[in-house]
């Protein structure tokens, strides 16, 4: 069974960083592209970053240059990596994959996410 598995959310003062993880069970990562999106309170999904099978990456434009994204095929993980974090980075942030493997190049579209994780809050406030 196919499973994700977000981490390492927290509190964060503003200009902080954190580095989540997104653990994958029952697939290999690197066969799937991966996304990140968050929610804010009161607000809808918003897409974050994506990285590809074949390592490509797309960041959306709020995050850009503070963000990156990354994986570990060895432990079956993709990381995000924030910095310079800002109380409008609040927002529970969740993995998912793509319906389909292997799809050269990613794109941040919710309409791709197949699996998802559970979420991991993300509080900046100081």
């Known amino acids: 069974q196919s499973q994700l598995v977000e981490s390492g959310g927290g509190l964060v003062q503003p200009g902080g960083s954190l580095t989540l993880s997104c653990a994958a069970s029952g697939f290999a990562v690197n066969y799937y592209a991966i996304s990140w999106f968050r929610q804010a309170p009161g607000k809808g999904f918003e897409g974050v970053a994506c990285?590809?099978?074949?390592?490509?990456?797309v960041y959306a434009d709020s995050v850009k240059g503070r963000i990156t994204i990354s994986r570990d095929n060895v432990k079956n993980t993709v990381y995000l990596r924030l910095n310079s974090l800002k109380p409008d980075d609040t927002a529970v942030y969740y993995c998912a994959r793509d319906t389909v493997p292997r799809s050269p190049g990613c794109t941040i579209d919710i309409r791709n996410a197949g699996k998802w994780g559970q979420g991991t809050q993300v509080t900046v406030s100081p």
């Open positions: 990285l590809s099978s074949d390592g490509s990456t």
